[in-house]
């Protein structure tokens, strides 16, 4: 009977300590309401000034500016830009670049290496003569590539 007794008390003892708990949040939150319990204390200043883990770091800036009137930018709209004007040189007629003078003194033509004799010399299929590069030889004459240019000499057998 008297371990009954026990917990009937400390179930008085527990609801008593839990409607006081309960009357003094109640008060709180009527105060909080009002305003009365917000008083700035050292507390909140310290914990105002810790960085939040939780968001991405970033550093304070060094100049902030405090703008009291908003600046009011008026946007026109632009015209386009003329196309560019696009100037079409006329072409310029280069006088044609003449062959440096050549004797062709003979050919051989029908073997696999034709060669012919040009100002006294022998030459073949890729030699240069005069800067003139030969590129052919044939029975008619002799093909030269100078200066970008093609050239077809004749040759007269006499």
């Not at 026990?6 to 003892?13: A, E, W």
């Not at 590069?133 to 093609?150: H, M, P, Q, T």
């Amino acid at each position: 009977m008297i371990r009954k007794n026990l917990k009937r008390s400390n179930k008085n003892f527990f609801v008593r300590y839990t409607l006081i708990a309960g009357a003094f949040l109640c008060l709180f939150a009527v105060l909080l309401s009002a305003g009365l319990a917000e008083q700035e204390s050292p507390f909140t200043e310290v914990v105002s000034s810790l960085r939040n883990p939780f968001m991405k770091w970033q550093p304070k800036p060094a100049f902030v500016k405090k703008v009291e009137k908003p600046v009011v930018v008026e946007i026109k709209p632009v015209e386009p830009a003329p196309p560019p004007v696009k100037k079409i040189a006329k072409p310029v007629k280069l006088p044609r670049l003449v062959l440096p003078k050549m004797s062709v003194t003979g050919l051989i033509f029908k073997t696999k290496q034709p060669q012919a004799i040009i100002n006294g010399q022998v030459v073949g299929v890729g030699d240069i003569v005069a800067r003139a590069k030969v590129l052919k030889i044939k029975e008619g004459g002799i093909i030269f590539k100078y200066a970008d240019e093609i050239y077809f000499v004749k040759y007269f057998n006499k």
